[in-house]
Structure formats: structure tokens, C-alpha cells
């Protein structure tokens, strides 16, 4: 009886860890679907002053990983340093994207303005494609070969 517990604790425990890994394509492709949303919001109010940007921020209601820019973004306006280290999706190559984009913004006058956050979007939209690519591949692959191995590892045990 405690050996039937205690297999049932273990394909659930495997379960829970395949789920969790997956859980991180699913928050990669969600941040970059928000940055897309919040990149298309600034291209439509295109009026960057410090305190149209500050409302804008609190305007939005952030999930997970984009919350974590977002509060960094806040904290760039008023200090003038980025750190996105707290963004757990983004690789190395991502988060100097963002740099150049969160750096570029007000920059510019409006028509080179929509034109930078046009070339961002065509970076954010292929980042996203990619994203939604991995999310639809692995995620149901992780799941499925964890159970496998759950249950292989039950029968192992059995």
C-alpha cells in the first residue's frame, strides 16, 4: 500500500517539475506578446513626455516576467540604469535588444520615433514567432516525456 503512495507521489512530483519547465516557453512567449502590445501602445502615443510615459506604465496591469520589466523600466525613467537581469525569460542576446529599444524611446522625433519602434516590432515579432514556435513544440514534448518517464520509473519500481 505505502509502495503504490508513494509511486503515485513520485509521477506526481514529475509531473509538477515537467510542468514548471514548461511553464517557462509559456512566460517567454507571453512577455514577448505584452512587449509587442506595449511597443504597438507607443507607437500610437507617440507623445514620449516624462510624465505621459509614467501614466502610460501605471496604466498597465503587467503578468509574471513583463511585471518585472515593466518595474524596471519605471526605475530606468528615474534613474537612468537598466537591469534586467530579474527577467528570467529574456538570454543575453534578448536583454540587449531591450536595452537598445527601453534606451531608444524619446529619443528621436515622431517619424524616426515610429520608425525605430517599427524595426523593434520586426525584432519583438520574430522573437515571438520563435517563442510561440518552442511553446506549441516543447511544452506538450516535456509533458509527455516526463510522464513517460514517470511511468517507466514506476514500473522500474514496482
Not at 36 to 41: A, C, V
Not at 44 to 58: C, D, M, T, V, Y
Request: glycine share 2%; aromatic share 10%; net charge positive.
Amino acid at each position: 500500500m505505502i509502495k503504490w503512495i508513494l509511486i503515485i507521489v513520485l509521477i506526481a512530483v514529475i509531473m509538477l517539475i515537467a510542468y514548471s519547465v514548461s511553464e517557462q516557453y509559456k512566460d517567454k512567449y507571453d512577455f514577448y506578446n505584452n512587449l509587442k502590445m506595449f511597443l504597438n501602445q507607443f507607437k500610437i502615443n507617440i507623445s514620449f513626455r516624462q510624465e505621459k510615459i509614467n501614466n502610460f506604465l501605471n496604466s498597465i496591469t503587467p503578468k509574471r516576467q513583463f511585471k518585472c520589466f515593466i518595474e524596471e523600466y519605471k526605475k530606468y525613467l528615474s534613474s537612468g540604469e537598466l537591469n534586467l537581469d530579474n527577467v528570467k525569460v529574456l538570454e543575453d542576446e534578448d536583454k540587449a535588444i531591450l536595452n537598445d529599444i527601453v534606451k531608444n524611446i524619446g529619443k528621436y522625433d515622431a517619424k524616426n520615433e515610429v520608425q525605430q519602434l517599427d524595426t523593434f516590432l520586426l525584432t519583438v515579432d520574430s522573437k515571438l514567432s520563435k517563442a510561440l514556435q518552442d511553446k506549441n513544440k516543447l511544452c506538450p514534448m516535456i509533458i509527455k516525456l516526463a510522464l513517460l518517464f514517470a511511468i517507466g520509473l514506476s514500473i522500474l519500481l514496482i
